[in-house]
């Protein structure tokens, strides 16, 4: 089992600290000689020693070997860091042993009709030849997913399959992808509402149920824009503090159909006050009011 970096980290500062104790009898810290690296192959030598604050001379303690270790962990780039020590002519000489994820080999999609490979793979953001760690490879399988619902494929299954080759050094990828049926609106839903109507506010999306003349998708990105777009027309209206509260997509038992339902703080409503002018001796007040678009008692915008 891989160990979490967490783990290793503590680990390799107790290992250090087994490996000196004794020969240095107690001081408090050690001046560092060599440093060496083992296990890389991807990842040069220079970036893991610069990215680890470790060098030759420098005194050393528990606290910064454990730094070093969650810096090189932080690369994203292995799976497993650790550091020996050994004491010698008065010096601590460091190996630093780092395993690293494997390369992408290559990566395929299987079950895909309605995105096609390519499209597919800008949205995973891995590219072979590169380092894959098993976080990005589930952040792949989260953009494939999302890619799907925003045509409205909310059912879609993702199943990714990890062939291991050249001794674990490379990772051959298959998402197997079940695209199921597109899920179309029922019913847009609101709650909170008192001054404007359900259908009201539905008029101001585009998002709509399915029915004559309309498809019914659902598309996040115009689901997105539809939420402003009511908040716009409240404020229009002199409802300036109005607020979506809550929201959620509801999808039926038959994976067909879904209901938004979308809660609202509608506030109190603003009107436009009484208007006085200052330090105005060109015009006089008269004159500026009728230049002026509202009235007072009007509803503020």
Known sequence: MRKTPATTAILGALLLALIISIPLYGQANYQVGTITIEGNDAVEQSLILSVSGLHRGMRLSSTSVQEAIRRIFALGLFYDVHVDAEYSGG???????????????????????KIDDDDLKKVINIFERQTVSPNQVKQAEEAIRKAYQEKGYHQVEINTEREEVDGGKQLALSFKI??????????IEFFGNEVFS????????????????????????????????????????????????????????????????????????????????????VYDSEFLKDKMKFDEGDVYN
Do not use: C, T
């Open 91 to 113: 010096q601590v000489n460091l190996k630093i042993v780092v395993k690293e994820y494997p390369k992408l080999k290559s990566v395929k999609f299987d079950g895909n009709d």
């Open 178 to 187: 079940k695209e199921q049926k597109k899920v179309k609106i029922r019913a």
């Open 198 to 281: 359900d259908d009201k506010l539905r008029g101001k999306m585009d998002a709509a149920p399915s029915g004559f003349l309309r498809s019914g998708a659902f598309k996040q990105e115009q689901y997105d824009q539809d939420k402003i777009d009511i908040i716009d027309f409240y404020k229009n209206n002199g409802f300036i503090d109005a607020s979506i509260v809550r929201d959620s997509v509801v999808i039926d038992p038959d994976g067909k159909h879904m209901v938004i339902k979308i809660w609202v703080n509608e506030g109190e409503r603003y009107y436009f006050g009484s208007v006085n002018f200052s330090g105005n001796e």
